[in-house]
């Protein structure tokens, strides 16, 4: 059952080999007072058919209901060729591209990556991916506070229209080297963060301000007047960015006079199904002067004895296999695999697919917007432009009409109660181009219902 | 045998505007009025335009650039390249898991959350610890969590002064770097010279600032640390934690528990020892789990069970967690595939994977021995890894580990680990893994055996290999110096100088 192919005749021999009498007299340096008892609560082993039978038993009970729900994680169609060539072996079954003579698929795949990424971004360098989004924005701070010399506070601002996870993530991550994150507060109306929120900053030493666009509730931030702002006092700017949405917003690398000194976020959308939240990746790019700055693997062109063209991993002495207490981070293994699926993606799609999925997707919420909208007691939630998400207020409370959704098959948002209460009962919302016209119909329809029955109760 | 695949263009230089996956494009929609102008894209982003047979012709000759498990024995020591069962891939992306989303419902995820919840309890049993989390994204971000936890502790009881971390000296780089992320300061200690470490080095580095001590056991040097009692002793003695680096779990999975040696709080590489695909980099997963002292510490989401449904355990249910250290809930599908291979061993098949390991690994270390190879540790039983060094035949034939390493690409087998641990000058550092059979390491044994007597006979043979790669060896120092970390589309006209060297 372990995958061991060793007959009792091969077992014979090595033992011989060795010198020894039995498998057991290899743990003979292991005080016996510390060996395994039991595994007793360890289930017996089951073979292949009976744990088919079983995850397929379990898949079905989760079901597949129609689900509204983005908040980080975006339900994309993912061409088939994405997957059935990442599974492959060669990209599956390989480790970090240590050897790079016996890894110039992963290496040349992994340069690809990265010149996508810096172009999304409208950055110059990109690594060659992180854990998540959430951890990227970490990772993002604590660079930042190393790479800006103009400050020493290592305060960071965020908005709260920040990702909610993604604020918690960088203040568990980073707030052990002492980073200080503050918050600043957005316009209830729109939704937003407005730039005279951040005047009583002024003549403060800040070290970043992070930026995400468009912002939790899918409204768009005025970025170029918040990047111009932070430039202007030296403060660091991070962008958090959805990838799809770059096909039609303007890139990290072109807002304000100058752009952005970080562009991170969550490259999930690009080809990396929702599977509960993992895994998926986190990129991060930035300008050619921070390059030494940046944590995790980055792949580098060069050349071979022979003056022929290769690849392999490059600027290793940031890392901590060979800084060790003094790398940029502590990152080793990172996502290449969930990499290796956007490559594809993004192959496949070519700028002009792309482009048609952030227009799709941007089109289907706004047809939900409208069509929930129109049901009694629903309305928007502000009024400035969003991007493929959208905040909704009920006249009463979210969770027994969520509840009464998913009666009908639909999971209908995110209850925004637990970090938005100042917001009264309010639904984020979601639509990508999987949803079908139909579909929002039925979510509307079911909606109709649920806040009938609600009113009625 | 087919055409090998030598060399593959970079993918733009396939793109042909207007060329593109037009089955894969969504309706065209109008163009969206409602966002400004000042915040749309002016120019497309440099993404390929190519056709699908393009990118799948593509990435799949890029593929076969690669060595892989499923290609080649892969015996790189501390990383456990061990098989991927196909059935942990395959049930893990049964189309139910992969469309659930992370914020969908408890209602809407009892199946995958029933798998995540005896997936805790079997690392739980396997380890000896009383809780486990599985947020943990990788082995370092699983170190972070668990030397975070420690000082959480110690903040927790007032006692802030504990602020060192130990780490013995033979250590993954990991671990310092660990350390430093958490606010700590890190002090090395020595091994002895039988690779054990040196408990008198070890009474001298504790006191009141002692957080913890960082140790992988067997550790980095592929021998079982035998006075692990004492040092789990002297460090609680100062009123320091255990902490246990889990790279080295296969060695004694299903014969000894890192709980009963002592440790406080582990972490544990299921992209290794639970056989989860190493993906050319990721991802993996780092799953931590803890002694009771720690469990209120650890990082959530952890799933819970109330009478028979489960649900997620978060900041309400463990106020002085650490907290959320990545979006969601970690690497959820590498979750289901670690416990799909857990479920296929059972306790049975858990039980062979130490023995089965570690008499791989003595086997080759023996037959390497009497074919003249110098052991680092000669007096020492090999765990899962051991390590030979090849400082003699650096010295006197000028042939480094470096040039082995390469030569052993072209008799078809992935390198060993190189120059780690540093203790130990020109070593390799060889793991090869329960999954491979005796036929197979012979075939290596032979191969050094070759390189060796080659080294003898023809040293510029080995020092100039490999010589059927794709590429030979790669000018590194070029690559930091000029860096070229992204494609750029070359002017009309010129050619690549490097790209027209191409053999035919």
Known sequence: ??????????????????????????????????????????????????????MSARAKADGRPLCFIGAGAYEHHIPSAVWAITTRGEFYSAYT???????????????????????????????ASLYDGASAVAEACLMAVRANRKSKSQRILVPTTVHPHYRKVAAATAGNQGLRFEEVPYCTAEGRTIVEALGKYDGQDISALVIQQPNFFGVLEDVDALTDWARARHIFVIAVVNPTSLAMLKPPGEWGANGVDIAVGDGQ???????????????????????????????????????????????????????????TSNICTNQGLLVTAATIYMSIMGPQGLERVAAASHARTRELVTALSRVKGVRTAFTSPCFHEAVLLFDRPIAPVLKSLEGHGVLGGLNLAEHYPELGPALLVCATETKTAEDIDAYARALTEAMKAARAA | MGHQVMNEKVIFEYSQPGRGATDQWPQAVPEATDVPAALRRRSAPMLPEVSELEAVRHFTRLSQLNFSIDTHFYPLGSCTMKYNPKACNQYAMLPEFLARHPLGPESHGQGFLACMYELQEMLKEVTGMQGVSLTPMAGAHGEFAGVAMIRAYHR???????????????????????????????????????????????????????????????????VFERRIEDVARIVHAAGGLLYYDGANLNAILGKVRPGDMGFDVIHMNLHKTFSTPHGGGGPGAGAVGVSARLMPFLPIPIVGKDGERYRWLSEADLPQSIGRLSAFMGNAGVLLRAYIYMRLLGREGMAQVGEFATLNANYMLARLRTAGFEAAYPQRRASHEFIITLKRQARELNVTAMDFAKRL???????????????????????????????????????LVHIQREAEEEPEHVRAAPHTMPVRRLDDVRAAKQLDLTWKPKPPGSTDPSLAELPA
């Open chain 1, 1 to 54: 059952m372990a995958f061991i192919p060793h007959t009792e005749r091969d077992v014979a021999q090595m033992l011989a080999a060795i010198g020894v009498s039995s498998i057991e007299q290899l743990f003979e340096e292991i005080p016996a007072n510390l060996r395994i008892k039991s595994l007793a609560g360890v289930p017996t082993a089951l073979n292949e058919m009976e744990i088919g039978r079983l």
């Open chain 1, 97 to 127: 591209p240590y050897q790079a003579e016996a890894s110039q698929g992963t290496l040349q795949l992994l340069y690809e990556y990265q010149s996508m990424i810096a172009s999304l971004t409208g950055m110059q360098v990109s690594n």
């Open chain 1, 269 to 327: 959308p690009l080809g990396v199904p929702l599977s509960s939240g993992g895994p998926y990746f986190g990129f991060i790019a930035t300008r050619m002067e921070h390059v030494r700055q940046l944590p995790g693997r980055i792949v580098g062109r060069t050349v071979d004895l022979s003056g022929r063209s290769g690849f392999t991993l490059t600027l290793q002495a940031r890392e901590q296999h060979i800084r060790r207490a003094k790398a």
């Open chain 2, 156 to 222: 927790a009881r007032g006692d802030l002064a504990r602020n060192e971390i130990i780490v013995p000296e033979a250590a993954h780089g990991t671990n310092p770097a660990t350390a430093t992320m958490c606010g700590c300061v890190v002090r090395e200690i020595a091994v002895g010279e039988d690779g054990d470490v040196d408990l008198e080095a070890l009474q001298a580095a504790v006191g009141p600032k002692t957080a913890g001590i960082m140790l992988t056991n067997p550790s980095t040097l592929g």
């Open chain 2, 409 to 447: 690409l072209d008799h078809g087998f992935h390198a060993p680990t190189t120059y780690f641990p540093l203790l130990v000058p020109e070593c390799l550092l060889i793991e090869p893994t329960e999954t491979e059979s005796k036929d197979v390491l012979d075939a290596f044994i032979e191969a």
